[in-house]
């Protein structure tokens, strides 16, 4: 009898989930935005294909309207109409991490997305995610779903549905809470050449060392990932998003020293002494491993150096947390660039406005 009522239990939560879900796509169908989570972060979405829908999610976002969008499917039949064309590079990569957290920029078929989602560019940005939420709003829209993070256009991305609330309550027409998002840090974007070649545009939750396998011709780094600025310049258009402007800051400012462990935490505690001698409320993002070397007024761990997929899931709500903390100035510890940590010392160094101490 017990086990009986449990499974009405369940069940109802389940008919509830889904009856949320159908409302939630009847919005998005009728032109409407809502938050919505994925594997990596809560997203933004609207109807792709709706000009005033994707112009909510600018609005909204406060997002400059040449930084593309990614659009999410449901399912790889949602490609015809959207794309002119798959080589065997992307096709490999869809089969391989589809569906997850990479984004392959395709072919744009002519008039199948707002122009707003490709920013003028003759591409779009595509990928499934590995959400069973997501997966199923996704169906229930009936469309495809273009969706960046759902913060304030320069703020962390939100990894829980009360970060999107903070950001965008009042803004949006719904959110759908389904607790914390996994990886933490957004999809891999790549380019899959005809010639088998796969460039990362920016790197994120599939590594490098996964993609290998299945790039014949090899895995290179866009060069704007590798320049001083890491972005392109002020006149070109991104070729992807999350390359030209500055990400996922806090409201202090954020400074990252990289070096080996001694001299890194010498200089990140001299910068912390001095900064609260001028006043400031100060705080510092360290690795496990270095915690007891520190001394200011909110410490935070990103976890231990060997599990970067730590570091990953808790940058974001670490920032969000210095704002809600009031910390004024910041310094954070590099990690190492090799796998996950590629992504994560990319969100870093943006969210730090590129600001970097060598020692």
Same mark, same amino acid.
């Given at each position: 009898?017990?086990?009986g009522?449990?499974?009405?239990?369940?069940?109802?939560r389940?008919?509830? @989930?889904?009856?949320?879900?159908?409302e939630? /796509?009847?919005?998005?169908?009728?032109? &409407?935005?809502?938050?919505?989570?994925?594997?990596?972060?809560?997203?933004?979405?609207?109807d792709?294909?709706?000009?005033?829908? =994707?112009? #909510?999610?600018?609005?909204?976002?406060?997002?400059?309207?040449?930084?593309?969008?990614?659009?999410?499917? #449901? $399912?790889?039949?949602?490609?015809?109409?959207?794309?002119?064309?798959?080589?065997?590079?992307?096709?490999r990569l869809?089969?391989?991490?589809?569906?997850?957290?990479?984004? @392959?920029? *395709?072919?744009?078929?002519?008039?199948?997305?707002s122009?707003?989602?490709?920013? &003028?560019?003759?591409?779009?940005?595509?990928?499934?995610?590995?959400?069973?939420?997501?997966?199923?709003?996704?169906?229930?829209?009936?469309?495809?779903?273009?969706?960046?993070?759902?913060?304030?256009? /320069?703020?962390?991305?939100?990894?829980?549905?009360?970060?999107?609330?903070?950001?965008?309550?009042?803004?949006?027409?719904g959110? =759908?809470?389904?607790?914390?998002?996994? =990886?933490?840090?957004?999809?891999?974007?790549?380019?899959?050449?005809?010639?088998?070649?796969?460039?990362?545009?920016?790197? /994120?939750?599939?590594?490098?060392?996964?993609?290998?396998?299945?790039?014949?011709?090899?895995?290179?780094?866009?060069?704007?990932?590798? $320049?001083?600025? /890491?972005?392109?310049?002020?006149?070109?258009?991104?070729?992807?998003?999350? +390359?030209?402007?500055?990400?996922?800051?806090?409201?202090?400012?954020?400074?990252?020293?990289?070096?080996?462990?001694?001299?890194?935490?010498?200089?990140?505690?001299?910068?912390?002494?001095?900064?609260?001698?001028?006043?400031? @409320?100060?705080?510092? *993002?360290?690795?496990d491993?270095?915690?007891?070397?520190? !001394?200011?007024?909110?410490?935070?761990?990103?976890?231990? *150096?060997?599990?970067?997929?730590?570091?990953?899931?808790?940058?974001?709500?670490?920032?969000?947390?210095?704002?809600?903390?009031?910390?004024?100035? +910041?310094?954070?510890?590099?990690?190492?660039?090799?796998?996950?940590?590629?992504?994560?010392?990319?969100?870093?160094?943006?969210?730090?406005?590129? !600001?970097?101490?060598?020692?």
């Amino acid at each position: 009898m017990g086990g009986g009522s449990d499974h009405d239990m369940n069940q109802a939560r389940l008919d509830e @989930i889904e009856r949320r879900l159908n409302e939630a /796509g009847e919005v998005l169908a009728a032109g &409407g935005t809502v938050a919505f989570p994925t594997e990596t972060v809560y997203g933004l979405g609207a109807d792709a294909r709706n000009s005033k829908a =994707v112009e #909510a999610i600018f609005a909204a976002k406060g997002r400059p309207s040449d930084n593309p969008l990614i659009v999410h499917i #449901a $399912s790889t039949h949602q490609l015809e109409g959207l794309v002119t064309g798959i080589n065997d590079t992307a096709a490999r990569l869809m089969e391989a991490f589809w569906p997850g957290p990479l984004t @392959i920029v *395709l072919p744009v078929m002519e008039g199948a997305v707002s122009p707003g989602v490709t920013a &003028g560019l003759d591409t779009v940005a595509v990928r499934m995610p590995d959400h069973e939420v997501a997966l199923q709003l996704i169906a229930a829209a009936g469309c495809p779903l273009a969706a960046p993070s759902a913060n304030r256009s /320069g703020r962390p991305s939100p990894t829980l549905a009360d970060h999107v609330r903070e950001d965008l309550g009042g803004r949006i027409d719904g959110i =759908v809470d389904g607790g914390a998002t996994g =990886v933490g840090v957004e999809s891999t974007v790549v380019l899959a050449g005809d010639d088998g070649i796969v460039t990362v545009l920016r790197p /994120g939750g599939v590594t490098v060392e996964e993609l290998a396998p299945f790039a014949k011709g090899g895995v290179q780094r866009d060069p704007a990932l590798r $320049s001083g600025a /890491g972005v392109p310049g002020p006149a070109a258009a991104p070729r992807s998003p999350g +390359m030209k402007y500055t990400h996922y800051a806090p409201k202090g400012e954020l400074r990252v020293v990289a070096g080996s462990a001694p001299q890194v935490a010498d200089r990140i505690q001299a910068e912390l002494d001095a900064a609260k001698a001028r006043g400031e @409320i100060t705080g510092v *993002l360290a690795f496990d491993e270095h915690l007891p070397f520190y !001394r200011a007024d909110c410490v935070l761990s990103l976890g231990s *150096l060997a599990r970067l997929e730590t570091a990953a899931h808790r940058l974001y709500a670490a920032l969000r947390r210095f704002d809600d903390s009031g910390v004024t100035v +910041m310094l954070a510890e590099a990690c190492p660039e090799d796998g996950l940590g590629a992504a994560v010392m990319n969100r870093l160094l943006k969210a730090a406005g590129h !600001r970097i101490i060598f020692v």
